[in-house]
């Protein structure tokens, strides 16, 4: 963002003014012109940096810098990160012996995306969609319900 017309403007703004007063105030605003543009140009970052910070504190957890680029400020924008949705909470129904078995599974990494995707697609959590895998590979040895709105589904022995 380039300064230079803002204190221009001001510059310009003050010479109109001191050409009211006579030949003498204008040359009294001529020499004041060039120490007030270091004033100026500090006292518009204050004014950008108020500004950003405000903005801030409306985005959070979203954000915006001011940074300086040579003489001339940039905003820079960081946006907040996309909500990732928790993972969706399936019933496993416990077999007959009560309980559950905790196991680290460890699957080739050319698995993932498709494992996602299927679980994804079929509306549950990766974990939901192993035990359907491996109940289904057993034969449907496994039981699973989903309550949605009224409306059941899973493994049915």
């Keep these: 963002m380039d300064l230079q017309p803002y ?3 001001v510059r310009h703004e003050l010479g109109v003014a ?3 007063g006579g030949a003498e ?3 009294l605003a001529e020499r004041l012109t060039a120490p007030l543009e270091s004033a100026l140009r500090l006292t518009l970052l204050e004014a950008l940096s108020e500004a950003a910070e405000q903005i801030t504190r409306e985005l959070a957890p ?3 810098h001011l940074r300086l680029s040579g003489r001339d400020p940039e905003f820079a924008v960081e946006p907040a ?3 990732v949705a928790p993972p969706s909470v399936v ?3 416990d077999d007959d012996a009560g309980g559950t ?3 680290s599974l460890r699957l080739p990494e050319s698995l993932r995306a498709g494992v996602e995707a299927a679980a994804r697609r079929d509306g549950v959590s990766v974990n939901a969609w192993l035990v359907r895998a491996a109940a289904a590979a057993l034969g ?3 039981r699973q319900a989903r309550t949605a709105d009224k409306t059941f589904s899973g493994w049915v022995r």
Aim: hydrophobic residues 50%; negative net charge; glycine residues 12%.
């Design 101 to 103: 078995w905790r196991v």
């Design 91 to 93: 019933d496993v129904a």
């Design 18 to 20: 001191a050409a009211a």
């Design 62 to 64: 979203g954000s915006v």
């Design 81 to 83: 990160e996309p909500d």
């Design 25 to 27: 105030a204008e040359a």
């Design 7 to 9: 204190v221009d403007a």
């Design 140 to 142: 449907g040895s496994g």
